[in-house]
Structures are given as structure tokens and as C-alpha cells.
């Protein structure tokens, strides 16, 4: 349940009475201005939402399920660090899987700056199924993907594995990402909501739309800017591809529930021979950005070689979107 408040309730007194129900109460802060809500788990028993209607300084109460009301008010676009995503032209963040050294980096920012790339993506922190693959080289890699984007006029958008990463990453990064291994490790959701910053939120590989949406609520409940969801593909039981792009979801996020969604065919697919068609079919369906994966030499990437776009085909795909790219206000 969702219990609203009034303009001018005294948040406190109807915490109180709530609790003294015996209820689990959340409370959801809002932006100055707007009235608080507060959350009551919907085990809780022992008030019927016509009772806790007439609480002094309730306007309603919702029973809508599930509850994602700061995403749901939201709104299709974005403001990150001085860059729009959504309701306009399409954001790119595009740059290697793995940040691999700092001329590496600023080589390629260099080169996909002028084709309207907004954000310079790369791992420094990177989530390997094996431990003995290469892990990112972390924190130097963080100052060099900061550099390269300062020089090349782009935003950073770089994952934050962990808690224990998460003021550094914020420190470096105009958007923080929570990658699709980590979209239910909510201690990190909350951590990176504390931080204020906007949140990129890939799709965990086996999540529901509702879980998806629900831990988009934990970075805002707990004080992230915004957040941009991101389609990188689920798992199914076809191994043609690396996982099945869900470009439905994204139509459902971006049509029906009007929220910023950025698709990633990179992982989505796994190989490179198929980025440029999902790309634009990802923008069809009403993606407000893409995430894709670049490099110089694809086969000597340290890692997602495979799924690489050479960087001398990036320009190429980015006309073929037949879409206006961009974001820099
Ligand atoms: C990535 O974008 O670098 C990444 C690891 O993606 P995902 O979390 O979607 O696998
Ligand atoms: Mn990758």
C-alpha cells in the first residue's frame, strides 16, 4: 500500500499513527516541494486502506501492487550531468568493454566524440564468469576513463561492482552502472542511491519487469538523481545468440510506463555481425539511448571481443540509425 500525504501534513503524526498499528512503514522522500509517502509492506496486516484513510493528513491510499512510485513519476527523460536522455535525439555511450589502458581509452574517446557520442563507456571493475579472466584494472582505470571524456567533451558511465567501489566510481562517473549480475544485490542499489547520482540500471539476466522496476525504486528511494533502465538481454534457452534481446520490454518501458530506456545489443547478442540491425531496431521500439561496445582491434580486446564493433564501422552504424544522435545541451 502507498499511503499519501497532504500539502501540509505533519508527516511525523501520521507516522506515528501508522506504527502504532503495528505496520512496517517505509518513507519515501520526495524533491522539495512535493508531499512524502509512506510504504507499508503488503504482509502487514491490521488496517484496511479505508481506515488509514482517515488519518489526519493522509490525502490517499493506493493498493496498487507493486509500488514504484518515484519511477512511475519520473518521466521519459533525464538530465545527467548537463546531457538529456530521452524524449529527443538518441544518447550514445559507446567505448570498449574493458578500460585496457589510458592511451587505449583516450584513442577511442578521441575518435567517437565527433560522431555525437555523448557517453564514453568502459569497465573498470569488470564482472567476469571466470575469476581467472581479466578483472579491470580499477582504480587507475577510473582517472583514465575521466580524462579521456574531459578531453573529448563526453559524460562517464563506468559500473560499480561493489559497495566497496561505489564512492570512487561516483567520484569519477557522471552515471553510475549497476550491471545486470548486480540489478537484485540491493545493499549496492542503496549504496549508489546514497550517492545522489543518476543510475544506469542494466536488466539482470533472469529479472521480471516488476523486478526491474522495484530496483529502479531502491536507487530512488534512496536518493539517486535518476535512473535510465537498460535492456542488455535475458537469458534463454537458445544459444544462438548470448542472450535474447527483450526489445518488447523496452517498448514497455518506454511506451507504456514512459521511463528513459537504453538498449545494449552488445551483450545482447554477443556478436558483432548483429549490432547495427538491433540497433535500429531497439530505437523502433522507443530506446532514448544505445549502449555498444567499440574497439580498435576487436580480437585483441581483452575482453567481449566477439561482440566489438571495430571502431572504423561505429561511424557507419551511427548514420545507418537514421536517427538524431546527441544529448550535450
Ligand atoms: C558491461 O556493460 O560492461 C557489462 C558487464 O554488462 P552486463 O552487466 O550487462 O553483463
Ligand atoms: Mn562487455
Redesign the pocket.
Given at each position: 500500500m502507498i499511503v499519501s500525504l497532504k500539502e501540509n501534513a505533519d508527516a511525523a503524526a501520521v507516522l506515528r499513527a501508522l506504527t502504532q498499528r503495528g505496520l512496517w512503514v517505509a518513507r519515501v522522500e520526495h524533491s522539495a516541494g512535493k508531499p512524502a509517502h509512506y510504504v507499508i509492506a503488503p504482509c502487514s496486516a491490521g488496517a484496511s486502506p479505508s481506515e488509514l484513510s482517515s488519518i489526519e493528513g493522509v490525502s490517499s491510499v493506493s493498493t496498487d501492487k507493486p509500488s514504484f512510485p518515484l519511477v512511475e513519476r519520473q518521466g521519459p527523460a533525464v538530465d545527467v550531468a548537463g546531457a538529456k536522455v530521452g524524449g529527443g535525439a538518441v544518447a550514445l555511450m559507446c567505448g570498449p568493454?574493458?578500460v585496457e589502458s589510458e592511451d587505449h581509452v583516450m584513442r577511442v574517446a578521441d575518435k567517437i566524440a565527433p560522431l555525437g557520442v555523448t557517453f564514453l563507456?568502459g569497465?573498470a571493475f569488470?564482472?567476469r564468469t571466470s575469476p581467472y579472466a581479466f578483472q579491470g584494472h580499477g582504480a587507475p582505470a577510473l582517472k583514465w576513463l575521466r580524462r579521456a571524456a574531459d578531453r573529448a567533451g563526453m559524460k562517464v558511465v563506468t559500473?560499480a561492482l561493489s559497495e566497496a567501489d561505489v564512492p570512487l566510481v561516483a567520484e569519477h562517473a557522471d552515471l553510475v552502472?549497476v550491471?545486470?549480475?548486480?540489478m537484485h544485490n540491493y545493499a549496492l542499489l542503496k549504496a549508489i542511491g546514497r550517492t545522489g547520482r543518476p543510475a544506469l540500471l542494466?536488466r539482470g539476466?533472469a529479472a521480471t519487469l516488476d523486478e526491474w522496476l522495484l530496483a529502479g525504486e531502491y536507487l530512488l528511494a534512496n536518493g539517486s538523481r535518476a535512473v535510465i533502465f537498460?535492456e542488455?538481454?535475458i537469458r534463454s534457452f537458445d544459444e544462438s545468440t548470448r542472450n535474447l534481446l527483450d526489445l518488447g520490454a523496452v517498448a514497455l518501458l518506454a511506451h507504456v510506463h514512459k521511463l528513459p530506456v537504453v538498449v545494449?545489443p552488445?551483450?545482447g547478442a554477443g556478436r558483432r555481425d548483429l549490432i547495427a540491425p538491433l540497433a535500429r531496431a531497439a530505437v523502433a521500439a522507443g530506446a532514448a539511448g544505445l549502449?555498444i561496445?567499440t574497439h580498435e582491434e576487436p580480437s585483441r580486446a581483452l575482453s567481449?571481443g566477439p561482440q566489438a564493433v571495430p571502431l572504423d564501422d561505429l561511424p557507419a552504424l551511427v548514420r545507418g540509425l537514421g536517427a538524431r544522435v546527441g544529448g550535450l545541451s
Amino acid at each position: 500500500m502507498i499511503v499519501s500525504l497532504k500539502e501540509n501534513a505533519d508527516a511525523a503524526a501520521v507516522l506515528r499513527a501508522l506504527t502504532q498499528r503495528g505496520l512496517w512503514v517505509a518513507r519515501v522522500e520526495h524533491s522539495a516541494g512535493k508531499p512524502a509517502h509512506y510504504v507499508i509492506a503488503p504482509c502487514s496486516a491490521g488496517a484496511s486502506p479505508s481506515e488509514l484513510s482517515s488519518i489526519e493528513g493522509v490525502s490517499s491510499v493506493s493498493t496498487d501492487k507493486p509500488s514504484f512510485p518515484l519511477v512511475e513519476r519520473q518521466g521519459p527523460a533525464v538530465d545527467v550531468a548537463g546531457a538529456k536522455v530521452g524524449g529527443g535525439a538518441v544518447a550514445l555511450m559507446c567505448g570498449p568493454c574493458s578500460v585496457e589502458s589510458e592511451d587505449h581509452v583516450m584513442r577511442v574517446a578521441d575518435k567517437i566524440a565527433p560522431l555525437g557520442v555523448t557517453f564514453l563507456r568502459g569497465g573498470a571493475f569488470k564482472p567476469r564468469t571466470s575469476p581467472y579472466a581479466f578483472q579491470g584494472h580499477g582504480a587507475p582505470a577510473l582517472k583514465w576513463l575521466r580524462r579521456a571524456a574531459d578531453r573529448a567533451g563526453m559524460k562517464v558511465v563506468t559500473e560499480a561492482l561493489s559497495e566497496a567501489d561505489v564512492p570512487l566510481v561516483a567520484e569519477h562517473a557522471d552515471l553510475v552502472q549497476v550491471g545486470s549480475r548486480n540489478m537484485h544485490n540491493y545493499a549496492l542499489l542503496k549504496a549508489i542511491g546514497r550517492t545522489g547520482r543518476p543510475a544506469l540500471l542494466k536488466r539482470g539476466m533472469a529479472a521480471t519487469l516488476d523486478e526491474w522496476l522495484l530496483a529502479g525504486e531502491y536507487l530512488l528511494a534512496n536518493g539517486s538523481r535518476a535512473v535510465i533502465f537498460c535492456e542488455r538481454g535475458i537469458r534463454s534457452f537458445d544459444e544462438s545468440t548470448r542472450n535474447l534481446l527483450d526489445l518488447g520490454a523496452v517498448a514497455l518501458l518506454a511506451h507504456v510506463h514512459k521511463l528513459p530506456v537504453v538498449v545494449d545489443p552488445s551483450h545482447g547478442a554477443g556478436r558483432r555481425d548483429l549490432i547495427a540491425p538491433l540497433a535500429r531496431a531497439a530505437v523502433a521500439a522507443g530506446a532514448a539511448g544505445l549502449m555498444i561496445e567499440t574497439h580498435e582491434e576487436p580480437s585483441r580486446a581483452l575482453s567481449d571481443g566477439p561482440q566489438a564493433v571495430p571502431l572504423d564501422d561505429l561511424p557507419a552504424l551511427v548514420r545507418g540509425l537514421g536517427a538524431r544522435v546527441g544529448g550535450l545541451s
